[in-house]
């Protein structure tokens, strides 16, 4: 009988301008080791695979550092290296309410929520309001008057409760150019519904039931390049929508996409919710679903380019395994989970099996036309697993469990160890693990990057309603409302040599696509080299369900270093760099500094 499995995915674009300076060795993880531009025919099909865009991208038919098998920094002395594998601290002991959806905002508050259909959370909304009761415990009261959405504040825990009118239950969200939270679908009076939060001090959601043409339930969200929002996919929707950043009241209209149809399995297992997004450098997306995975116009719902399948396993939910684009380069110089898996874990109850998950980890090359998956082991199995990327450029995978799928009750063994997985190392070294946890993250659990490179994780809820250690219920894992922050082996003391503080007031925070920016560092003692630094721009993404919607990493230009000021180049367009939001990173020898905040129009 064939099993299913959670995997993960990692899919590389590697990007850069043959302008790039070539850094020394000792720090050069990210940048290509193969600097010869490509032979004009293969530029050709390089232009095929993107479209005509109005600059050269000479790094075509540059060898992707994973196809390497000489180590980036061999033999040199690794400067910003530390044995230190992280540690982990209690953030707070309550937060009331599950996370089941995370977004840092640019007022550097965490907004999350669960649901308004399964019962009461543990704390109450102030100011006081009620409704019916929408699912939960039978005795519970028959108004609900606890608050399913709090923002949290990031340095004090300090927590203020939100107002959700209608069901965000596994919904799909993004933070818009405007800096504001958009939240699409949902169940119930939540299906169609497209919310707007604004980060300030004592807004509410303001909330638009019949905004989506259909309903949105599992699907995801993702910004295009002008900004706008494709809400794609969920249980029963093989299309998908754009919607405006910045109204709830628009006309709505459907593009088929096939592609889900085709990819869903039946008898209830789907396997295809949350498909994996990205926006590419021409404008087009990367569309994963299943194990089937194409690019896709977006606006003329026109299939680009058909990928390889990912054979050996399901990857998006329930089975849920994780993805990310790897980083954007501009500064260049089997076993486990088979399509049963879900069938055994939740749909054959009561006699349930919870499958490995599957430990492989899937690397697809989209600047090659002839691409093929490369595949590695992670060290360890995962499920419902966040993969974040760090301001290093490196990636985090963290939560999720080792057995099971997603759904209520339909996974074991927690996997409490974070992996470090580095992009450009030689296969076999790419994957670390670091500290464990001893909370589980199991369902509906989430983890966000923050700005000072530490990573907060929040929620666990693997039952439909809340069970809490002091409700004297059974429960094989409770409903976690305890907030942790992890701070990766980077933030080790050790390495506070190399850090650098960003000074931000003398630093630019509005970008222009294509212009010169400065960041200024306050210099301690030695002179920056610029072969020793990196600017990094991140994209700070959605999170729900081990899946992060909007996440992209930018490594920018540098063109010059003088003393404590970097002068640094905005990425070209919307199509690299939708416009909002971004946390912008300066990185010393591998350890970042405390990120700023930066808009990009
Ligand atoms: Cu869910």
């Keep these: 009988m064939a099993l299913f499995f959670k995997s993960l995915i990692v899919l590389s674009l590697f990007i850069g301008f043959s302008a790039a300076t070539v850094r020394p060795s000792a720090v050069n993880r990210y940048s290509e080791t193969d600097q010869t531009p490509a032979p004009p025919s293969e530029e ?15 790094w075509f038919g540059q060898k992707p550092p994973g196809e390497n098998d000489k180590e980036i ?53 102030n100011p006081r309001s009620c409704k019916p009761r929408f699912g939960g415990k039978e005795n519970d009261p ?9 923002e949290y504040d990031i340095e004090t825990a300090e927590i203020r409760t939100l107002k959700v009118d209608t069901s965000p239950w596994c919904s799909s969200g993004g933070l818009s150019r405007n800096g504001d939270l958009v939240s699409t679908g949902g169940d119930k009076d939540g299906f169609r519904a497209v919310r707007i939060l604004k980060p300030c001090k004592n807004c509410d959601f303001q909330e638009n039931s019949r905004a989506l043409y259909l309903n949105r339930w599992y699907a ?84 680009v380019r058909q990928l390889p399948d990912l054979p050996g396993g399901s990857r998006n939910y329930p089975p849920s395994g994780m993805s990310a684009l790897l980083p954007i380069n501009l500064d260049i110089d089997e076993n486990g989970n088979t399509r049963e898996a879900y069938t055994l874990s939740d749909l054959q109850q009561p006699k349930r099996t919870f499958l490995p998950a599957l430990n492989d980890c899937g690397r697809l090359n989209l600047n090659r036309e002839n691409a093929q998956w490369e595949k590695e082991n992670m060290p ?3 499920v419902m697993g966040d993969m974040l990327l760090l301001p290093t450029g490196d990636v985090l995978m963290i939560n999720g469990a080792k057995k099971g799928t997603s759904a209520w009750d339909a996974a074991a063994d927690p996997n409490l160890t974070p992996v470090l997985y580095s992009p450009n190392k030689e296969k ?78 003398r630093s630019d925070k509005g970008l222009k ?89």
């Design 44 to 58: 050709k099909n390089a232009w095929g695979i993107f479209g005509r865009l109005p600059f050269k991208f000479p």
């Design 73 to 125: 920094d061999e033999g040199a002395e690794e400067v910003g290296f530390t044995q230190n594998l992280g540690s982990w601290r209690i953030d707070s002991e309550n937060a009331g309410v599950s996370a089941m959806h995370i977004q840092l905002m640019p007022n550097n508050k965490a907004v999350w929520y669960d649901s308004t259909s399964n019962g009461l959370s543990d704390i109450e909304l």
């Design 142 to 150: 028959e108004q609900d008057c606890t608050a399913h959405g709090i």
């Design 220 to 303: 995801t969200q993702h910004a295009l390049e002008d900004g706008s929002f494709i809400v794609m996919g969920g249980r029963n929707a093989y299309n998908y929508e754009i919607i405006p950043p910045d109204s709830l009241e628009f006309t709505p209209s459907l593009v088929e996409l096939p592609l889900l149809e085709e990819s869903s399995d039946d008898g209830g297992r789907e396997n295809n919710l949350y498909p994996f997004v990205n926006l590419l450098p021409d404008g087009n997306l990367f569309v994963f679903a299943n194990y089937k995975s194409i690019i896709l116009n977006p606006y003329t719902g026109e299939t």
């Design 380 to 382: 360890s199995e995962r």
């Design 428 to 505: 076999g070294k790419r994957f670390e693990e670091l500290k464990p946890s001893g909370i589980p993250r199991m369902y509906h659990s989430v983890s966000a990057v923050l700005p000072n490179a530490q990573i907060l994780v929040a929620g666990s809820n693997t039952n439909a309603y809340y069970k809490l250690p002091h409700s004297g219920e059974k429960y094989t894992y409770p409903t976690e409302l305890r907030v942790e922050k992890f701070s990766p082996p980077y933030l080790a003391p050790g390495l506070d040599k190399y850090r650098l503080e960003i000074n931000e007031g």
């Design 513 to 601: 696509y294509g212009n010169e920016f400065t960041v200024e560092i306050e210099i301690k003692k030695d002179e920056i080299k610029k072969g020793d630094i990196k600017v990094t721009m991140y994209s700070p993404p959605f999170t729900t369900h081990g899946y992060s919607m909007n996440q992209r990493l930018l490594i920018l230009k540098i063109s010059n270093v003088d003393k404590g000021k970097i002068t640094v180049v905005a990425p070209p367009s919307g199509k690299l760099a939708p416009p909002g939001y971004y946390l912008l990173f300066v990185v010393h020898h591998d350890v970042p500094s405390r990120g700023i905040w930066v808009q990009i129009q």
